[in-house]
C-alpha cells in the first residue's frame, strides 16, 4: 500500500504508532555492544547493565502511574497481565471462595478468563452498566458475597471510552474485606489520570502499545501495601522457569522492550493539558460533524468518558458496508467483533442496551497525538458522503 | 472481508439505485431488517422485456453488488421466470463467501416475487 495513500488513521484505542523517540532508544539497546546482556545473569557485566535498564524502566512505569518500583511485574502485554491477575488470584484464594464480580462490558481478557473460570467450578457475577455505559458502586456492593475472592473492572472501557468509579469500587472492597480489586487500565494511561494507590486498587493491568510504546510488552502492578486483616494480595503464577519477575512471571526479560515501555509511560506521564484540550477539541469537531448528518447516535456518557474515543451508531446503514465504503478513507474500528461475514455485534453496545442492528452500524474513533483538525475533516466528510449514499441505497427499509 | 473487484465497482456506485413509480412496474422484495439483509427489486415490463430496472438494498457490499448487477442485466432483455444466473454462478463471479449464500438466496426470493408476475405481461 502507497504511504501517501493511507487512510486517515483513527484507531488509537486499537494500537497507536510507536513514538519516535521510544523507537530510537530501542535501536539503540538493540545496537549497543554493551545492552544485550541478559538481566539474570548476575555472573557479569553484561547482566548487570541490562539489569539497570530494566530497573530503570520498572520505576518510569512505576513513576507515572503513582506506584512503587517493586509493586510493577513485567509481561507480554495487558492480555496477560489480565490472565495472570484473574487466575492468580482465583487459584490461590481458591479455598476461601470461588466468586469473581466483573461487568458484561469487559474486554475479552478479562471476560474469556472468567468464563474459564466458570468451566473450571467458579461462579462469575456480570454486571451490567447502565445505557450510559456506566457502573453504579452500589452495584458492586450488591454483588458482593462472603465467598467474593475478586472484582475485575476496567478504569476505561475500549469501545466507549467511559471512565469507571474506580476508587468508589476500591473503598468497597476493602470494607468487603475478602474481594481483591484488578483493574485493567490498558486504556488509561496518557488518557485520564492513573494513581494506583488512589484507586484503591490491588492489580492494575497495564499496555504499552497503547500509550506509543511496543507492542509484546505490559505489566501487571500488584500492590505491596496490605491491612491487618487480610495482609497483601497473593498470586499463584500461571508460568514457570527462571524465577524471574519474582516468580510471578517466569522467563528472559525483553531488554528492549521494557526500555521502550518505561520511555513511552515517561512520555506519558508529561502530556499537558493543553494536548488533551486539544484531543477534547477534536473530539468535539468530529462529533458536531457527525451528528450533523443526523440519525447518528453516540455511545457511551459524553461527560464521564475520555476524550480520545468516540463511538456512534449509524441509523438506516448496514454494517459491513458502511466500514466497507470509509475503509479507503478513514482507519476506524467498527463497533461490532466482526472478524467474518458472520458478524458478531459488539457485547459492549448490546449491553447498553442498543439493537443489534445498530451495534453493528457502529464505529469507533480513537483519537490521538497525531491527529489533525484536517485528519477530522476528511473523516466527516467521508462518512457524511457515505452514510447518505449507503441510506439511499437501502430506501425505507422495513423494520420487521 | 475481502471484495473482488467486481464487487468493489459494483458496490460503489451501485447504479440503478432506487424505485421505480409508474404503470407496468413489478416490484419484489425480501428480507428484513432483523435477518440484517433487505432488498427490493422494481421492474418496468414493456412487450415482455425489461425496459427499467431498479434496486434497494439494505445489506453487506456483496448483496448491493449483485443487485446493482442484475437491474443492469436485466435491461432490455427479456422477462424470464429465474435469475439470470444461478446463485452458484452468482457466488462465483462476485467471490461471495460461502457463509453468506442465504443472502443470495433473499436476493433470489425478491428477484422471484418481481419476475414472476411479469413473465405473462405484455403491457
Redo the contacts between chains.
Sequence with gaps: MNPARMPVYLDHAATTPLDARVAARMAEVLSSPMEYGNAASASHGYGDIAAALVESARAQVAATVGAAAPEIVFTSGATEANNLAIFGVAHYYCERGRHIVTARTEHKAVLDPCRELERRGWQVTYLIPDRDGLLDPGQIAGALRPDTVLVSLMQVNNEIGVVQNIAAVGAICARHGGAWLHVDAAQSVGKCPVHFPSLGADLMSLSSHKVYGPKGVGALVISQRGDAGRGRVQLTPLQFGGGQERALRAGTLATHQLVGMGLAFELASKISSVETARVAQLQQQLWRGLASIGGVLRNGSATRSVPHLLNVSFE?V?G??LL??IRPHVAVSTGSACT???AESSYVLRALGRS??LS?SSLRFGLGRGTTEEDIDIAVATLTREVR?LR????A???? | ?N?NELTRHY??T?AN???LVGAGIFRG?AG???Q???V?FDLQVNAGAVSEAKF??????HV?AVSAWLVEQAVGRPVLPRLPESVQVLRERFAV?V??MGRLLIIEDAWLAAVHPAVDYRG
Excluded: H
Aim: aromatic residues 8%; charged residues 25%.
Design positions: 438506516g448496514e459491513e458496508s466497507a465504503a467474518s461475514a458472520m443489534d442492528r453493528e449514499r439511499k441505497v437501502a430506501g427499509v422495513p423494520v420487521t | 472481508v471484495y458496490f460503489e451501485a439505485a432506487g424505485e422484495a428484513n431488517l432483523s440484517g439483509t433487505w427490493q434497494l438494498a439494505f445489506a453487506c457490499p448491493i463467501p457463509e453468506k
